[in-house]
């Protein structure tokens, strides 16, 4: 039997477009020392370290270990290259709930801007929402309207990197990306650092006093998973099937369903890729993405907030922080301690995070 995995404890750096400043070490141990305040437990009790860096060498990553007293302690590290922080969440999640580990910290740092996305990319995605468009009579201002809403909640969040306020008409007149997406529609690159206490039950009644928020369900699925002779038919270039299939295993993990979701940050690389995700996690039927947009039921006052954040359209993407970043947002509204952004009454969170090989993780987290 699997043991419940809990979150404690939770610190995260402002995301920004350029680097974390001169010395990253500074920003990287503030940002640990965060976590560890916030769950009210000291560096000695943290059995392990589990790190993903992007543009950081070793050297000064144990530097700011070496800060906040966490120096001796054993360091799983995936440089540059080596995993991206959705697949460390997830092991990090595994070894917890088979009793590998008691308490992990699990750290994100992206300190520089990562590599360039491929034109092929925003080719793909263009495609994709033109498909879209023709199969269901969808109107090109609907997906402008993810970036209207995205901006609107990251106003509210000192921590995003994007927060000026942009109207319809100035995403839909910004320089074109590819037809009919404009540049305001793609989450560009950006820097930041997220770390995130994980715990077993028995850790967080030793040593937390706080609120504590349990993981009530994971799943992933590698697009390989996904086998049949329609494997990628509906729109294969936001692996749309792949996300249905994390989604249905995560719902009958937890015995819940998506309309028991109140809150949930999902991977938006683009507009079309929030969109299509309403329907593949189960929020809306296929096709009634658009009306699930237009009606503002994906925003304060609607059935469901997504990405409260302002989601990676606003944070930016930060391939080592932004799943860790996701998490954190959603604790804080389960906690109810996500400010002006709060979700009343928020009881079940959604994260669903794609990987850079394209292995979709999707998380329930529940407040008990």
């Not at 389960?334 to 995070?353: H, I, N």
Request: proline letters at 4%.
């Amino acid at each position: 039997m699997q043991r419940c995995v809990n979150v404690i404890g939770v610190g995260m750096s402002p995301f920004r477009t350029t680097g974390l400043g001169p010395d990253p070490t500074v920003l990287v141990s503030a940002t640990i020392r965060q976590a560890l305040t916030d769950a009210s437990v000291s560096a000695s009790n943290i059995a392990t370290v589990h790190a993903v860096s992007r543009m950081m060498d070793g050297v000064t990553l144990q530097r700011a270990l070496q800060r906040t007293g966490l120096a001796q302690t054993p360091l799983c590290h995936f440089p540059e290259g080596g995993a991206d922080d959705s697949n460390l969440f997830a092991r990090a999640c595994q070894a917890i709930a088979l009793g590998q580990a008691e308490s992990i910290l699990v750290l994100g740092v992206q300190s520089a801007a990562a590599t360039p996305v491929p034109d092929l990319v925003f080719e793909r995605l263009g495609a994709t929402a033109r498909a879209y468009m023709a199969r269901y009579r969808a109107r090109r201002e609907t997906f402008a309207m993810i970036t209207v809403k995205a901006r609107q909640h990251a106003a509210l969040n000192p921590l995003a990197a994007f927060t000026r306020a942009l109207t319809l008409e100035q995403v839909l007149d910004a320089d074109t990306i590819a037809e009919p997406l404009t540049q305001p529609q793609f989450a560009w690159t950006s820097s930041g650092v997220a770390a995130v206490l994980l715990c077993s039950s028995e850790f967080a009644r030793r040593h937390c006093s706080g609120p504590v928020v349990r993981i009530a369900a994971q799943a992933c699925i590698s697009p390989q998973q996904v086998t049949g002779p329609d494997q990628g038919s509906t729109f294969a270039g936001v692996d749309y099937d792949v996300n249905v299939a994390a989604a249905l295993e995560l719902y009958e993990q937890a015995g819940r369903g998506p309309e028991d979701v109140a809150v949930c940050e999902l991977h938006d690389t683009s507009t079309v890729s929030e969109l299509l995700l309403y329907e593949a996690l189960g929020f809306c039927p296929e096709g009634r993405g658009e009306k699930m947009v237009e009606d503002g039921d994906n925003t304060t006052g609607g059935n469901l907030v997504v990405n409260p954040s302002g989601g990676l359209l606003s944070l930016g993407q930060a391939s080592a922080a932004s799943s860790l970043a996701q998490c954190i947002e959603l604790v804080h509204h389960l906690r109810g301690s996500a400010g002006r952004r709060q979700v009343a009454d928020a009881q079940l969170a959604l994260q669903q995070q794609a990987g850079s090989d394209g292995t979709v993780t999707t998380t329930l987290y529940q407040r008990d």
